[in-house]
């Protein structure tokens, strides 16, 4: 059964400093990983996804992440925040079923200090 | 092309009362999931729906039901509302054949069970 781990459920950065949201998986096959961004009273936005190929994947508003196979990890990035990324940042992982469902993790609130 | 839209956005009920939630999916999609997001937590997929038969269920009890229409579009019914349903419901739609696809999600609606 496919699973995420989102560790940290508060993260908080200075604007301009980086982010760093982390996300581990576990997957009985090769996984898709998602980042989902939440902000208040909305629903959820992509913002990247692994499928196949190559392990940096770059999704919109300057995110990046890279899957690592051996740490099994999925980790979200971004060089410098903004205050407009202040927001609820979710992993999931889509299970190989028939209905291939996303899995989420716990989520991740991310606050932009001025 | 337009987007996942639900109605109502906001709903309260009673407990042991009975709601409908709709969803109408983006353009080309035909297949549409149900996810409940409890308050601090990531969602949680309930069920999905494809060519109008569910495709496949969560852990969720048989007072949670949907249907899909020839349009693509889709209801949620919960029976014997609790007080723990209280939660954002969200759709996601995806089309069919297009493995690593994420699904687009609707804005969701808010249910209270008072």
């Known amino acids: 059964a496919q699973s995420v781990t989102q560790l940290g459920s508060h993260v908080s950065v200075s604007e301009g400093a980086l982010v760093l949201l982390r996300c581990n998986y576990s997957?009985?096959?090769?996984?898709?990983l998602f980042w989902y961004v939440q902000y208040p009273n909305q629903g959820l936005q992509l913002l990247l996804k692994?499928?196949?190929?190559?392990?940096l994947v770059k999704g919109i508003n300057g995110f990046e992440a890279e899957f690592k196979k051996s740490e099994t990890s999925f980790h979200l990035t971004k060089p410098s925040a903004h205050m407009s990324d202040a927001a609820e940042y979710f992993c999931a992982v889509r299970h190989s079923g028939s209905a291939r469902q996303l899995t989420f993790g716990s989520g991740t609130q991310l606050t932009v200090l001025p | 092309e337009t987007g996942v839209t639900q109605s109502p956005t906001h709903l309260i009920k009673t407990r042991g009362q009975q709601v409908t939630l709709r969803c109408s999916s983006q353009?080309?999609?035909?297949?549409v999931s149900w996810y409940q997001q409890a308050l601090g937590q990531g969602p949680q997929f309930i069920f999905q729906y494809y060519r109008e038969e569910e495709n496949g269920r969560g852990n969720f009890p048989p007072r949670f039901s949907g249907l899909q229409f020839p349009n693509y579009s889709s209801e949620l019914n919960v029976n014997a509302l609790e007080l723990d349903d209280s939660a954002l419901y969200l759709c996601a739609s995806s089309p069919t054949g297009q493995s690593n696809y994420g699904y687009t999600f609707g804005s969701g609606t808010r249910l209270t069970v008072v």
């Open positions: 692994y499928t196949t190929g190559a392990t």
């Open positions: 997957s009985s096959v090769p996984p898709y």
């Open positions: 353009s080309g999609h035909n297949t």
